[in-house]
């Protein structure tokens, strides 16, 4: 018998309490290397505080939560790029420096920066402008190759086509894809059913701080419906 390879994230039974109030009451949720899985559901449903847990920001007030087969700790962000929903690179420095300052903070350097740019096709007529005047869309651009100056083999992205315009979001969408060709790991939070079926492997539906099904979304006929079933409303 071989051995069966370690997940690469692995969460069980998680539940975790924020003011008082339980968010997550039980989720599970497990990703295959090499595969873009959708974590999907309504807006309050638990995603961001479990990602928060998966990141190791929150300490879980029960249940499991694995990546690489152990539980998060910093030397995990060796293999781990992270995008979160919100933007967090400095918005008075240039596209150019903040990505040298991710380069540097990890012990790299210039060519790494250069590279995470063009590796998300963000022209270098554009290196040179702040942060702040980028449009949304460039911004989660920058966003995505600031995660990626390290070459993770997982990328973990609360949200990452949220405000987005339709051209800005089948950008971002090519770019995932295109990281699973180069053989990355990429797990995804998302409210939007039609956007996390043109993309995902497999979808982990989540609702009211509880896992509710998995698909295998090649094997769903009607995502919609599978998932209107799975947590009652409609995206």
Known sequence: ??????????????????????????????????????????NG????????????????????VRVFGREPSRDMFRRVGVMFEYE????????????????????LGEAEAREALERVGFGREHWDKKFKELSKGMKRRVSLASALVHDPELLILDEPTSGLDPTARIEI???????????????????????????????????????????????VEDLEEAYVEAVGVRT
């Open 1 to 42: 018998m071989g051995v069966e390879e370690v997940k690469v994230v692995e969460v069980r039974n998680l539940r975790k309490s924020l003011g008082g109030r339980e968010v997550l009451r039980g989720v599970n949720l497990e990703v295959e290397r090499g595969e873009i899985h959708g974590f999907l559901g309504p």
């Open 45 to 64: 449903a638990g995603k961001t505080t479990t990602l928060r847990n998966l990141l190791g920001l929150l300490r879980p007030d029960a249940g499991e």
């Open 88 to 107: 967090v690179l400095n918005p008075d420095w240039t596209v150019i420096e903040n990505l040298l300052f991710c380069s540097y903070a990890r012990g």
């Open 173 to 219: 969408r090519t770019l995932l894809l295109k990281l699973k060709e180069d053989g990355k790991t990429v797990l995804f939070s998302s409210h939007d059913l039609a956007e996390v079926q043109k993309v995902a492997d497999r979808v982990t539906v989540i609702a009211g701080g509880v896992t509710r099904a998995v698909f295998k979304v090649a094997e």
